[in-house]
T-cell receptor, first 113, second 113 residues
Framework: DAGVIQSPRHEVTEMGQEVTLRCKPI?????LFWYRQTMMRGLELLIY????????DSGMPEDRFSAKMPNASFSTLKIQPSEPRDSAVYFC???????????FGPGTRLTVL | AQSVTQLGSHVSVSEGALVLLRCNYS??????LFWYVQYPNQGLQLLLK??????LVKGINGFEAEFKKSETSFHLTKPSAHMSDAAEYFC???????????FGTGTRLKVLA
């Protein structure tokens, strides 16, 4: 059974460019989470979707960040314009109902020059 | 409100020795507790979890943890360390029926030959 799939695994871009990160949750899972991991701040929850609906986006840093979940099998996290301080590893996780255990993808390492 | 404290950001043990990684939590509701492991350049993998019931929880790779309500602790142990256990370990807490994990800052385990 495939786990959470994220693409790309690595992304290097220049400041000001648009970045789109992609996630495919585990089939049958109805909750999806986007996290950011940095040395300074550890693991931070950015946004939580339940049944494709954003429930909690209080962790989204600012308007430059946006996330969508058009269907149960796909989500995107977009940064526009990107800044060097956005450099981090971004994880997607999904959870089956009831939402008590999260399964993480391998992450996307983003470097903004 | 919930919080997690992991004592010791770095722990070194000899191969074959006992592994003990400490986690203390605070929670205003009955907690769900989790240990995740992160190998270099990989996502977080669930080791074990406590939700209700038996307070001694066994996980993968020979790890176990005991929920001690009186001590607000959920320490992770393994009787005999193996070189392949070298990784970063995260403790997390959530509340029953809630989605939001609060992660600790992580403990990096080094196993010495």
């Amino acid at each position: 059974d495939a786990g959470v799939i994220q693409s790309p695994r690595h992304e290097v871009t220049e400041m000001g460019q648009e970045v789109t990160l992609r996630c495919k949750p585990i089939s049958g899972h109805n909750s999806l989470f986007w996290y950011r991991q940095t040395m300074m701040r550890g693991l931070e929850l950015l946004i939580y979707f339940n049944n494709n609906v954003p429930i909690d986006d209080s962790g989204m840093p600012e308007d430059r960040f946006s996330a969508k979940m058009p269907n149960a099998s796909f989500s995107t996290l977009k940064i526009q314009p990107s800044e060097p301080r956005d450099s981090a590893v971004y994880f997607c996780a999904s959870s089956p109902p009831p939402t008590d255990t999260q399964y993480f993808g391998p992450g996307t390492r983003l470097t903004v020059l | 409100a919930q919080s997690v404290t992991q004592l010791g950001s770095h722990v070194s043990v000899s191969e074959g020795a006992l592994v003990l990684l400490r986690c203390n939590y605070s929670s205003s509701v009955p907690p769900y507790l989790f240990w995740y492991v992160q190998y270099p350049n990989q996502g977080l993998q669930l080791l074990l979890k406590y939700t209700t019931g038996a307070t001694l929880v066994k996980g993968i790779n020979g790890f176990e943890a005991e929920f001690k309500k009186s001590e607000t602790s959920f320490h992770l142990t393994k009787p005999s360390a193996h070189m392949s256990d070298a990784a970063e370990y995260f403790c997390a807490v959530s509340g029953s029926g809630t989605y939001k994990y609060i992660f600790g800052t992580g403990t990096r385990l080094k196993v010495l030959a």
